[in-house]
């Protein structure tokens, strides 16, 4: 009997292995990691930082701009200071990530306020480094772009606070970033149809990030473009109806001539845009919603990527767009976004028995 107790101990015991990865406790299926770096990382988002560069790029070849090395500044500021962005966004909302997204006020908890102030300067500070090579008009974009990134979420201005200066805020991230790719070459315009046609459209997603915090931001008492509406149904259909006119603005642009019939090609995104907004018809919970928002992620991303190519129908659009979809696809992959898909807190707890 003690040689079989021995036995059954020894089986028990668990043995070190230095070629097997940690066993890291979770939060519902979503990992800790412990480190701080790592927490940042997921916490600035890196599948939005698409939003940025892909407007960056369309910008600067809009602009006749050529050179790889500019462009892999842009596109690294771009990335910075969305990832910036989210941090702050993530620390500012602690209250509506609560019941939104509460792994994510772990992970903030977990690095707390001087970890974050910390990430913030190395972020910020890395973007107006390298902003210095690429001009002073770039840089005066960059800074309009970098109180818009802490305002979008701080008070006392807390631009997400209010709805309508929400979606302005938020058009920022692709308007912004269009912006900059133009001011590289010299000069920027504000009345360039593809910039508007851009910012707009980003401005009518923002709408759609907001539908599954409808419940979390409701409770926390926070006005959104959803939250407005006394029944999450109505928030879906004003959503879906202003997703919509982006494509009269599109149609109107061409009509006067402002932009050349080849963008009609856009309204085929129209299709996939219809596709998107019966799932969001027909989603029962903030579950669902969410997985209808990274539907509506790639949507977003691709009518950018796609009016890149109608712009510019060259071989180095074309890897734009699959570097693009690489990216978003290898950042998901790996389950790198503090933004979870899977909400399993919300589902009701089975009583034992």
Known sequence: MAVTVEHVAHRKKKQYDPMSPPQLPTFGTVPILPHTFQIVLR?????????????????????????????????????LV???????????????????????????????????ITSLLVLYG???AVSILLGPLFMLVLAVGIFNSIFYSVRPLRFKA?????????????????LSGVSVMGSVNLLNPVFLLVTYFMFTYG????????????????RTSATIFHSLGNAVRFSGILL????????????VGSLAPIYLADLGMGLIFALIFLQMLKA?????LEKTHTFGFFY???????????????????????????WTLLVSRVSLDSRVENRDWEKPRRKKT
């Open 284 to 288: 029962k919970s903030s579950q669902e």
């Open 244 to 255: 919509f006119t982006p494509y009269i603005l599109l149609t109107t642009f061409i009509a």
């Open 162 to 178: 209010r709805p309508f200066a929400s979606l302005v805020s938020f058009s920022g991230a692709v308007g912004l970033a269009f």
């Open 300 to 326: 977003a991303i691709s009518f950018i990527l796609f009016t890149l190519v109608l712009a510019s129908p060259t071989l180095s659009s074309i890897i734009v767009i699959l570097s693009a979809y690489l």
């Open 43 to 79: 916490l600035s988002r890196p599948r939005t930082w698409t939003f940025a560069a892909s407007s960056f790029i369309l910008g600067y070849t809009l602009a006749g701009g050529s050179s790889l090395f500019q462009l892999a500044l842009g596109l690294a500021v771009a990335g």
């Open 82 to 116: 969305t990832a910036a962005t989210n941090v702050v966004n993530a620390f500012a909302d602690k209250k509506e990530d609560s019941v939104n997204q509460p792994s994510r006020v772990f992970w903030i908890e977990q690095i707390g306020l001087p970890g974050t």
């Open 126 to 128: 890395m973007a107006i």
């Open 207 to 222: 709408t759609v990030k907001n539908l599954p915090d409808y419940s979390g931001d409701k409770k926390a008492g926070t």
